[in-house]
């Protein structure tokens, strides 16, 4: 069979939260709005904060309400809304489903809920780490969601008037693994040389980066230095 390689673009086109709450057991709960995330608003990419969030409750739900949930939502008509009537004699009635509401821009009548535990989202940012770092049953864990994510394809035009392929993603998780494959096979998917950085993992920018930052690559040859002449300190102590 011949392969065919396109020139495209991966795009996020899930919504945001309306509400969203953390429980004393630490429970994430919320419902979605009808509006759509804007990535190009978004401070870093979804799969860069996630490996470098902590696990407080406040810390999850700032990301919930920027990003979206970690996991699927539960998707159901609002209470109310009927069938969709044959436009014409010869058709069958059709029974609305939320995915039909929402191709025909009924996004109102679609009730999207979701909910998951703390415990949850570290398993999902293990995965991550893990993968992020080169491990190669989490990279084929992730390789696994991106084989049966469920994509939609559409066009788009390039800033230079060109048509390219567009493959949008509704669920973030399947985002994040997406991208962070794509960095990831593109070498840029890299962990902070500074031993104490505290937020390590970042996409490389340039081929000889090996610190997120530069106050980190400071720190970094401080830490080398202080080390060297401790070891220096010690060799004169011995003789």
Same mark, same amino acid.
């Given at each position: 069979? %011949?392969?065919? /390689?396109?020139?495209?673009?991966?795009? /996020?086109? $899930?919504?945001?939260?309306? !509400?969203?709450?953390?429980?004393?057991?630490?429970?994430v709960t919320g419902?979605? !709005? !009808?509006?759509?995330?804007?990535? !190009?608003?978004?401070?870093?990419?979804?799969?860069?904060?996630?490996?470098?969030?902590?696990?407080?409750?406040?810390?999850?739900?700032?990301? +919930?309400?920027?990003?979206? *949930?970690?996991?699927?939502?539960? %998707?159901?008509?609002?209470? $109310?809304?009927?069938?969709?009537?044959?436009?014409?004699?010869?058709?069958?009635? +059709?029974?609305? +489903?939320?995915?039909?509401?929402?191709?025909?821009?009924m996004d109102g009548?679609?009730?999207?809920?979701?909910s998951f535990s703390?415990?949850?989202?570290? #398993? &999902?940012?293990? =995965?991550?780490? &893990?993968?992020?770092? $080169?491990?190669?049953?989490?990279? $084929?864990?992730?390789?696994?969601?991106?084989?049966?994510?469920?994509?939609?394809?559409?066009? /788009?035009?390039?800033?230079?008037?060109?048509?390219?392929?567009? &493959?949008? %993603? *509704?669920?973030?998780?399947?985002?994040?693994?997406?991208? &962070?494959? %794509?960095?990831?096979?593109?070498?840029?998917?890299?962990?902070?040389?500074?031993?104490?950085?505290?937020?390590? /993992?970042?996409?490389? =920018?340039?081929?000889? =980066?090996?610190?997120?930052?530069?106050?980190?690559?400071?720190?970094?040859?401080?830490?080398?230095?202080? #080390?060297?002449?401790?070891?220096?300190?010690?060799?004169?102590?011995?003789?």
């Open positions: 069979m %011949i392969s065919y /390689y396109i020139d495209g673009a991966v795009g /996020y086109y $899930g919504h945001i939260p309306e !509400s969203v709450v953390v429980s004393a057991d630490g429970v419902k979605l !709005s !009808s509006m759509r995330a804007k990535p !190009s608003a978004w401070p870093e990419a979804p799969h860069v904060a996630l490996a470098n969030s902590t696990l407080k409750p406040n810390t999850v739900l700032a990301f +919930t309400r920027r990003y979206g *949930p970690i996991n699927e939502p539960e %998707i159901r008509l609002v209470e $109310g809304v009927r069938a969709l009537r044959p436009r014409g004699p010869f058709d069958a009635a +059709t029974v609305l +489903t939320p995915e039909k509401a929402r191709n025909l821009g009548a679609v009730h999207e809920t979701f703390l415990h949850n989202f570290a #398993e &999902l940012q293990d =995965q991550i780490r &893990l993968a992020w770092r $080169g491990e190669r049953t989490a990279l $084929g864990v992730l390789r696994q969601r991106v084989n049966a994510a469920n994509f939609q394809v559409s066009l /788009y035009q390039d800033p230079g008037k060109l048509e390219k392929v567009l &493959l949008r %993603i *509704p669920l973030l998780w399947e985002f994040i693994c997406v991208i &962070l494959l %794509i960095d990831y096979d593109a070498g840029r998917a890299r962990t902070c040389a500074n031993s104490r950085c505290e937020s390590p /993992y970042f996409l490389q =920018q340039r081929a000889d =980066q090996e610190c997120c930052s530069h106050r980190c690559a400071v720190e970094r040859n401080n830490l080398r230095r202080a #080390e060297q002449k401790r070891i220096q300190g010690k060799g004169k102590r011995a003789r």
